[in-house]
Nanobody, 122 residues
Framework: QVQLVESGGGLVQAGGSLRLSCAASGRLFRISAMGWYRQAPGKQRELVAH???????NYADSVKGRFTISRDNAKNTVYLQMNSLKPEDTAVYYC????????????????WGQGTQVTVSS
């Protein structure tokens, strides 16, 4: 099993910064991409950023230039540095991890953390 525990959320003023962390534990073998999603009330969960095992990253257009995803493999932890926060960034942020299928017929396994609330005041 894989457990993901997010931390670092909180209340911040617009223009401020927060750093989220996601600590992964359990069976981490073959975990490939890890990332961050967010979900605001009444909205669908959306990808914020993700990072592959090779370090390749991508970001939602809305956060490019403001957010940075990184990883510390020694600590099995993924981070999301959020700068220049805007009220529209307010959401519950979820850590995500994917384990590709062993065979082509299989389905990828997907894991989620419990979420951490980020609230940006204006």
């Amino acid at each position: 099993q894989v457990q993901l525990v997010e931390s670092g959320g909180g209340l911040v003023q617009a223009g401020g910064s927060l750093r989220l962390s996601c600590a992964a534990s359990g069976r981490l073998f073959r975990i490939s991409a890890m990332g961050w999603y967010r979900q605001a009330p009444g909205k669908q969960r959306e990808l914020v950023a993700h990072i592959t095992t090779s370090g390749n990253t991508n970001y939602a257009d809305s956060v490019k230039g403001r957010f940075t995803i990184s990883r510390d493999n020694a600590k099995n932890t993924v981070y999301l540095q959020m700068n220049s926060l805007k009220p529209e960034d307010t959401a519950v942020y979820y850590c995500n991890a994917v384990r590709p299928p062993v065979t082509i017929e299989g389905l990828p396994a997907e894991y989620w953390g419990q979420g951490t609330q980020v609230t940006v005041s204006s």
